[in-house]
């Protein structure tokens, strides 16, 4: 079966450059969100978009922004990088329709700012 | 206070023990409960949803204590391979938000 597929993989950055995730969900999923998992941390929600509006926010700094497009892929766009972060980027989908909708995520973005 | 909370471990149990852990959270309008098991460095990956009857899926057994406000996990027969973190994931009702607990790390012992 389809899995939520993030890219890239790794990512290395110096401060004050601008990144930007990708995201596809599972086909058919018309819910996207990103989290933010910092080492020992616990993965802290950023962002999350419905049907291509976005449908809640976290602790999403404003150097960051993201967006859903037509297609369902989401991506995330982070500015002014700096040391602090550097974390695991994961991506979900889920389909909201369903009751108890179960979140589905991605491998993950490591990105790392030197 | 964090929102959702749970006994960081590690855990460290023999081969065929069962253990349990346990995850409080503190906004009564959560409407939905997972356990998410994840692997250093790698996605978490659902392990089971929790139903308030309680639900059981082989060896991991859920419960959801609503007016204590506490979910559990219980593993028996613990294999090698359950080594990993336990995340504890409640969403609220009406959003979109799936919070997460701290993890328990649970390392089983040969």
């Known amino acids: 079966a389809a899995g939520v597929i993030q890219s890239p993989r790794h990512l290395i950055k110096e401060k004050r450059e601008t990144a930007t995730l990708k995201c596809y969900p599972i086909p058919r999923h018309d819910t996207v969100y990103w989290y933010q998992q910092g080492p020992g941390q616990d993965p802290q929600f950023l962002i999350s978009?419905?049907?291509?509006?976005?449908?809640d926010k976290g602790s999403i700094p404003d150097r960051f922004s993201a967006q859903q497009f037509s297609d369902y892929h989401s991506e995330l766009n982070m500015s002014s990088l700096e040391l602090g972060d550097s974390a695991l980027y994961f991506c979900a989908s889920s389909l909201k329709q369903r009751s108890n909708e179960k979140l589905f995520f991605g491998s993950g973005t490591q990105l790392s700012v030197l | 206070r964090k929102e959702v909370e749970q006994d960081p471990g590690p855990f460290n149990v023999p081969e065929g023990a069962t253990v349990a852990f346990n995850c409080t959270y503190s906004?009564?309008?959560?409407?939905?409960f997972f356990w998410y098991r994840q692997d250093c460095r790698k996605e978490p990956k659902l392990l089971m949803s929790?139903?308030?009857s309680g639900n059981e899926d082989g060896r991991f057994t859920a419960q959801l204590n609503r007016a204590s406000q506490y979910i559990s996990l219980l593993i028996r027969d613990s294999k090698l391979s359950d080594s990993a973190t336990y995340l504890c994931v409640v969403k609220r009702a009406g959003t979109y938000k799936y919070i997460f607990g701290t993890g328990t790390r649970l390392k089983v012992l040969a």
């Open positions: 978009f419905y049907e291509k509006m976005q449908s």
């Open positions: 906004n009564s309008a959560s409407q939905s």
């Open positions: 929790v139903y308030s």
